[in-house]
């Protein structure tokens, strides 16, 4: 999850408040409409439009004010966008209060909707910018209950709805005033309980996920730097001996010349495991991976012409069998080739002479199938489940062959489901064995993944 | 394209002499150097009609930037330029750049360490053979 900085944050929560706002509109319209058509309840209609239509008028204004915000994106300070919410919260407590008294005023069980404002507060902005709010909630609206006791103001009585006038009732309006500021307060209290919980924990999930991507960073750099540490070392050591073994300097007698040609033999295979070793590591390290729609026919074709000369030094029988109509697919190209080369050399490898092995491609449903097959010596049953895991080694192919790194497979299989494909294997021993391909059609257009 | 004179930069003095060994007994002069300042400075003086560079040095994308540098030159930029690595770039999941597109290699040649000596003779000797045709040749 990329961290994403505190005012985009909130200005996205602003936006999350107008979209409330618009249903909270139309919610008052239909309450009004049901409240005096249906319920017959007495209410001050044109008033109450007119001020839905206000509110529908004021949150145009406040969407106009935070595009013209998002535009300058990452300029706007989250302040200003505090500020923003603030004044919008006010406003709608303002709001409420006047909808309220126009509405029955203390009789008005849309009373206790002043909590949803607290509780938005709350998630939105600091513990005390919330008692503020919540303190203006409790004033505006006491004043209200005030004015409308006091007869200063109309009252607006919810016939139909309360069976007499309740605003000069002193207990009911002290009880109920009671009730509705100790709600506000401690759903202030609650909401901001749990939400500062929230946010500390999300703080601590964002260090914790910057600290993990520079640890990342450290650890694929100190990959980059043995590896090559441990392959240039190698390198030079068989750069050197090359130079005596091919004679590059002076003559050596034939028993010294037998040691360095074995140190030379060894040191080339082991420069090709580390190599094979380092390459799973870095393609492990390594989240990237180019990719490209291309012609499949092309890939197995290139791999076969990669391996030929090794198949005609055991005289086997090398067969292609591409459909025609095989589809592209979407991949890294020269990764493909190098499973479709490592399977066919592994199984030209394990394949007695005079065999044969075969390389398939055809269409299936969202997938082009690729399979491999030869007439070697197979896996025994019980080993086929661990042909995938790094440095396993069948025990009949280490009889067979005594090089091999154990990790050709781990490759293909990771290159494969690093595609979207699946791999899978079919095996008889002393008669063949079969690898299975998947691989995704491609439609996609160049992309990095 | 004989006597022709080559750099080879690279802070592994064994493998410069390797190098080198493989290079002179072909007739070619041969100038070391074990950093990119020390390389730059000599490719300067020496005028070479071929770079060797390996890409990490005391930074690891050392290579990569005198490659860039001398490509931007237009004292050298018709100057071949073979790099040699122990860092493979060609799988497409290779090492990651921070040197910004990892496929773009400002080189001519791009060859993997170790390589073998008829490896390097033949690619050095195209790079020469295509400079001369190309009427870039001294």
């Not at chain 1, 006047?98 to 509780?119: A, D, K, Q, R, T």
């Not at chain 2, 071949?80 to 799988?91: G, K, S, W």
Request: glycine share 6%; charged share 20%; proline share 3%.
């Amino acid at each position: 999850m990329e961290p994403v900085s505190e005012n985009i944050r909130l200005l996205k929560r602003a936006y999350w408040l107008i979209k409330l706002r618009w249903i909270a509109i139309v919610c008052v319209g239909a309450a009004i409409y049901v409240s005096s058509n249906f319920l017959e309840i007495e209410l001050q209609d044109a008033a109450l439009y007119s001020i839905a239509i206000l509110l529908a008028l004021y949150n145009l204004t406040v969407l106009l004010l935070l595009n013209h915000f998002t535009k300058r994106g990452n300029e706007v300070s989250h302040v200003a966008v505090k500020k923003i919410i603030n004044v919008q919260i006010s406003t709608d407590l303002l709001i409420l209060t006047v909808l309220l008294h126009f509405s029955g005023g203390i009789e008005n069980p849309f009373v206790f909707y002043f909590i949803f404002h607290m509780i938005i507060a709350s998630i939105l902005l600091s513990v005390w910018d919330s008692y503020l709010q919540a303190t203006f909630a409790v004033l505006v609206f006491g004043l209200l209950v005030l004015l409308e006791y006091l007869q200063l103001i109309p009252h607006y009585c919810l016939r139909g709805f309360v069976p007499n006038c309740l605003h000069r009732n002193k207990l009911y309006i002290l009880g109920t005033f009671f009730v509705f500021a100790t709600a506000i307060y401690l759903a202030v209290y609650m909401a901001s309980y749990i939400s500062v919980r929230l946010k500390r924990t999300e703080r601590a999930y964002m260090q914790a996920n910057i600290l993990l991507q520079s640890k990342d960073q450290i650890k694929d750099e100190y990959v980059l730097r043995v590896t090559h540490d441990i392959k240039s070392h190698l390198a030079t050591i068989q750069s050197c001996l090359g130079m005596v073994v091919n004679k590059v300097v002076g003559p050596l007698d034939d028993k010294p010349m037998e040691f360095i040609n074995r140190a030379h033999v060894r040191t080339i295979k082991l420069t090709n495991f580390v190599k094979t070793l380092l390459k799973l590591t870095q393609m492990r390290l390594n989240d990237k991976l180019e990719i490209d729609v291309f012609p499949l026919r092309d890939t197995v074709r290139n791999a076969v012409v990669a391996v030929r000369t090794k198949a005609e030094d055991k005289s086997i029988t090398l067969n292609c069998d591409v459909e025609p109509s095989v589809d592209t697919i979407s991949g890294n190209q020269f990764s493909i080739e190098e499973v479709f080369t490592n399977l066919l050399l592994n199984a030209i490898r394990y394949t007695p002479e005079k065999g044969t092995v075969t390389i398939g491609a055809k269409n299936g449903m969202d997938c082009v199938v690729i399979e491999i097959a030869d007439t070697g010596i197979g896996i025994p049953a019980d080993e086929l489940d661990d042909v995938f895991d790094e440095f396993f080694r069948g025990s009949n192919a280490r009889k067979f062959q005594k090089d091999g790194t154990g990790l050709g497979l781990s490759i293909a299989k990771y290159i494969v489901e690093r595609h979207g494909g699946k791999i899978w294997i079919d095996s008889i021993e002393d008669t063949g064995t079969k690898f299975w391909i998947t691989l995704p059609k491609g439609s996609r257009q160049s992309q990095t993944t | 394209m004989a006597n022709a004179k080559i750099m080879i930069v690279d802070d592994d003095p064994d493998y410069i002499d390797v190098v080198k060994t493989i290079l002179e007994r072909e007739q070619y002069t041969v100038v070391t150097a074990g950093n990119k300042i020390e390389g730059m400075e000599k490719i300067r003086a020496e005028k070479p009609d071929l770079a060797i560079l390996d890409v990490m040095m005391n930074a690891w994308q050392d290579g990569f930037e005198m490659s860039r540098q001398l490509k931007k030159d237009p004292q050298f930029n018709n100057m071949p330029i073979l790099m040699l690595t122990a860092v493979d770039n060609r799988t497409g999941i290779g090492f990651k750049s921070t040197a910004g597109d990892p496929t773009w290699l400002p080189v001519d040649v791009f060859l993997d360490k170790p390589v073998e000596p008829d490896v390097l003779l033949s690619e050095v000797k195209k790079l020469l053979s295509n400079k001369v045709e190309n009427g870039t040749g001294i």
